[in-house]
Structures are given as structure tokens and as C-alpha cells.
């Protein structure tokens, strides 16, 4: 158990609706990060919050935002979905901005 | 830009046999470089880790050792077992990058090891 909390496990959708993902880093980690795992993409990293700030952003589309909250935990809300945003939905944290990442065991976002 | 190119998959062994998955990496910086795994079901885990050239990260039978002249990475363990069957990704993180921090992950090599 990495200590990284994310919710839900597994989530159904239909195109054109709006989801969000949760996230609870470590206790302690000021470092959230979000990643999309795909068959075709591979991981691809998404976007960085340190202590409430987004700090880094990589290939996030612009139908999907995210933001980290005082109490550090993180959410992605993607919305507008179409078929191509089934993924798995990493996220991760670490104490800093250089410091080792643990990972969560991911939300699978299936859209119908 | 930064980037990791690891073998293609899948790998599939017996039992007892020898590994290597070659992974190599383009950088501006001086990366970290990682070894992740991911078992089936599950979120991705640190294997292993080396920050500086020259350096050789360990961890469960596994080895891989920071090549700067060549840019390399392998990871290597000399006789797997039934439970390494997982995907292996090798991963950079360049702290002198704009995105401090972030991680830059090879496409993953899937691993499976036969009774």
C-alpha cells in the first residue's frame, strides 16, 4: 500500500458527461501529480499541484482541469468525454518537487 | 525534449532464466532514472532508482546501473521467478526541467515467466 488513496476504483460514463476523480496523497506529501495510462499513449503525465499550486503542466486536455485543495488532496475533473478518454487515471505524490513519486492503484474510466 | 525508449515487449522466460530490458534516454539535464513495476491489477511501484552516472540501483534480485556515456538504464536480474510476471517501465525525472519533478515513462515492457 503505497498510502496514495485514489476514488473511485472503476467508473462507467457515457460520452458527453462529466466525471471527477479523486485523489488523497500520502500524509505529509505536498506533491500531487496525475497521469493517463492508455493502450495507444502509454503514461502520459497530465498536470502537477504543489502545496495548492499547479506547478507543471503536460498533456492535459483542455476539457479536463484539476486542483488541489487546502487540505493537499487533489481532484481531476474530466468532462465533454468521448470514447478516446478511457484510461487509467494515475495519481501519485511525493514530499516535494524532487522527491521520490508513490502512485495510487489508479481509477479505470471506461466512457460508453 | 526528455524522453525514455525502453525495449518492446513482451518478454516471456522460463523460470530461473536471465533478464535484461534495455532502456535508454534522452535529456538536457542530469536525470534520476527510475525502474517502476506494475502487477496485474495494480498501481505502479519504485523497483528502482539511481540519481547520479555511475550509479547502481538494487532491489529484489533486480539491477540496473546509470550508463551517462551510453545513456542507458537496463535493467537486469539474474534468474526470475513466476511473481516478476508484471510490466516494467523505466522512467526519467529531470530536475533542471521546467517540470520539475514530473516523471517521463517508457512505452513499458511486459514480462512473463513460466513455471
Known amino acids: 500500500d503505497s498510502g496514495v488513496t485514489q476514488t473511485p476504483k472503476h467508473l462507467i460514463t457515457a460520452t458527453g458527461q462529466r466525471v471527477t476523480l479523486r485523489c488523497s496523497p500520502r500524509?505529509?506529501?505536498?506533491?500531487v501529480y496525475w497521469y493517463q495510462q492508455s493502450l495507444d499513449q502509454g503514461l502520459q503525465f497530465l498536470i502537477q499541484y504543489y502545496n495548492g499550486e499547479e506547478r507543471a503542466k503536460g498533456n492535459i486536455l483542455e476539457r479536463f482541469s484539476a486542483q488541489q485543495f487546502p487540505d493537499l488532496h487533489s481532484e481531476l475533473n474530466l468532462s465533454s468525454l468521448e470514447l478516446g478518454d478511457s484510461a487509467l487515471y494515475f495519481c501519485?505524490?511525493?514530499?516535494?518537487?524532487?522527491?521520490?513519486?508513490?502512485f495510487g492503484q489508479g481509477t479505470r474510466l471506461t466512457v460508453v | 525534449g526528455d524522453s525514455v525508449t525502453q525495449m518492446e515487449g513482451p518478454v516471456t522466460l522460463s523460470e530461473e532464466a536471465c533478464l535484461t530490458i534495455n532502456c535508454t534516454y534522452t535529456a538536457t539535464g542530469y536525470p534520476s532514472l527510475f525502474w517502476y513495476v506494475q502487477y496485474p491489477g495494480e498501481g505502479l511501484q519504485l523497483l528502482l532508482k539511481?540519481?547520479?552516472?555511475?550509479d547502481k540501483g538494487s532491489n529484489k534480485g533486480f539491477e540496473a546501473t546509470y550508463r551517462k556515456e551510453t545513456t542507458s538504464f537496463h535493467l537486469e536480474k539474474g534468474s526470475v521467478q513466476v511473481s516478476d510476471s508484471a510490466v516494467y517501465f523505466c522512467?526519467?525525472?529531470?530536475?533542471?526541467?521546467?517540470?520539475?519533478?514530473?516523471?517521463?515513462f517508457g512505452r513499458g515492457t511486459q514480462l512473463t515467466v513460466w513455471p
Open positions: 501519485a505524490s511525493s514530499e516535494g518537487l524532487n522527491t521520490e513519486a508513490f
Open positions: 500524509s505529509g506529501d505536498l506533491s
Open positions: 522512467a526519467l525525472s529531470d530536475p533542471r526541467g521546467s517540470t520539475l519533478g514530473r516523471l517521463y
Open positions: 539511481a540519481t547520479k552516472a555511475d
